[in-house]
Nanobody, 126 residues
Framework: QVQLVESGGGLVQAGGSLRLSCAASGRTFSSYGMGWFRQALGKEREFVAGITWSGDSTYYADSVKGRCTISRDNAKNTVYLQMNSLKPEDTAVYYC???????????????????WGQGTQVTVSS
């Protein structure tokens, strides 16, 4: 069982930055692929970024590529999402997810994840 708790969301002006954190419980954090997803009001949940269990591969949605960086610290059981040059369209609830993922491409799929956090709100004002 893994519990995930996101933090770091908030209100920021367009062009600003935020760093989201996701703290995981459990001794096997380093075995899990990790992902960030987001869901804007009235829209479906969408993939933002993913990182393999070892951290050697990362994937990004085209909408955030070049503006966001996902990273992990297995010693701290934490995954991060650094978001720069934020836009109003980045406004959403951001969710952290964990799963035993054998193929890196599966990081993009919500169905690959077994555990989800409660989410943290990110609001970008214009």
């Amino acid at each position: 069982q893994v519990q995930l708790v996101e933090s770091g969301g908030g209100l920021v002006q367009a062009g600003g930055s935020l760093r989201l954190s996701c703290a995981a419980s459990g001794r096997t954090f380093s075995s899990y692929g990790m992902g960030w997803f987001r869901q804007a009001l009235g829209k479906e949940r969408e993939f933002v970024a993913g990182i393999t269990w070892s951290g050697d591969s990362t994937y990004y949605a085209d909408s955030v590529k070049g503006r966001c960086t996902i990273s992990r610290d297995n010693a701290k059981n934490t995954v991060y999402l650094q978001m720069n040059s934020l836009k109003p369209e980045d406004t959403a609830v951001y969710y952290c997810a964990a799963g035993i993922i054998y193929f890196a491409m599966h990081l993009l799929k919500p169905g690959s994840y077994d555990y989800w956090g409660q989410g943290t709100q990110v609001t970008v004002s214009s």
